[in-house]
């Protein structure tokens, strides 16, 4: 039985979970469990939902996020991240979640699994678990294929279904452009609707490490390839139009990140991406998304899930 220790008020620790982008998306074969076999570059941006979590004294979860529709129940992955920690290491106590979220929802940034990596990464603090961040990870992956990820951010390479995860050179910084189109996409629905003779060009990773090694973003800004991007396109051509607009826009490249519907952009230069983001902002709906936002890397930081 775990309990916070010697204390009459309620403890609290903050956590910042990290949105992120897709460099690469290689997809091979569905496998017997439904999921597919994965490749992928995964890289942490400088955009992120608040997470606080408070320990409370009686043992039920309750959360509240700034999001009125999002769910704050069993249905949100960050909830289901708390149950699993106190299921998995008997806290007798329950804890107050707080949601502050500024990632786009169902956008393909990975803002949900995010937020359960933040849990995870909160309730080891609160606790005082003392969880390696493997042991974190591998929880995570109980959860959701891109929650181990989230647990450590940066820029990685993950596999299997997208959970088995390593640490790769960090990305040459840049100013990224994101835009989220007023509609959402599903992962179920990304990967139902991968077609493996419509996504005909395959990332080359091999030349995508090679550019982050260089540090060359032009390099890195060719090799983006996302496979489940030509079935979104299918249904939503706009994300194309948008691509398109953000590499006439000066971008060293662009590319629908995760299972989408939003895109990111890749500059160099600060003042492109500024006037990408007006321009796109007066072209695109007012309920379009439109943000700039830089690369994350938390190399050198406290990676033990004690730093943010
Ligand atoms: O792991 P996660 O809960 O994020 O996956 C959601 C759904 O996305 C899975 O149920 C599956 O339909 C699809 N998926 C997949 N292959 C992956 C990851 C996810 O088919 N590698």
Avoid at 10 to 19: G, T
Avoid at 214 to 231: H, I, Y
Wanted: aromatic share 8%; hydrophobic share 40%.
């Amino acid at each position: 039985m775990v309990e916070v220790s010697g204390q009459s008020k309620p403890k609290a620790v903050y956590q910042r979970a990290y949105a992120k982008i897709n460099l690469t998306i290689e997809i091979f074969n569905r496998r017997p469990d439904g999921y597919h076999e994965v490749s992928m570059l995964m890289q942490s941006v400088r955009l992120w939902d608040d997470v606080k979590i408070v320990a409370a004294q009686t043992p039920e979860i309750h959360m509240s996020c700034n999001i009125p529709f999002l769910k704050a129940d069993e249905k949100n992955i960050a909830y289901r991240a708390a149950k699993l920690m106190q299921e998995r290491f008997s806290i007798q106590q329950g804890v107050l979640i707080e949601l502050g979220k500024q990632i786009p929802i169902a956008a393909g940034l990975a803002g949900g699994s995010a937020d359960a990596a933040a849990v995870i990464r909160g309730m080891n603090r609160l606790f005082h678990l003392n969880l390696s961040a493997a042991q974190m990870m591998q929880i995570g992956a109980e959860i959701g294929s891109d929650v181990p990820f989230c647990v450590i951010g940066g820029t990685c390479l993950a596999t299997g279904r997208g959970e088995k995860v390593q640490r790769v050179k960090p990305m040459p910084d840049a100013h990224i452009v994101l835009i989220k189109p007023n509609f959402g996409i599903s992962t179920p629905w990304a990967y139902e609707h991968f077609d493996q003779k419509a996504a005909e060009t395959r990332p080359n990773e091999g030349k995508m490490l090679e550019a982050i090694e260089r540090r060359d973003l032009a390099a890195v800004g060719r090799e983006l390839v996302n496979m489940l991007e030509p079935a979104a396109i299918q249904e939503y051509p706009v994300i194309a139009q948008i691509k398109e607009d953000l590499l006439h826009m000066g971008a060293a490249g662009a590319a629908m990140s995760g299972s989408g519907p939003t895109v990111f952009g890749l500059f160099s230069r600060y003042d492109q991406a500024r006037a990408a983001v007006r321009l796109c902002k007066g072209k695109y709906p007012w309920r379009y998304q439109v943000m700039c936002c830089r690369v994350y890397s938390p190399v050198g930081r406290r990676r033990n899930g004690k730093g943010q």
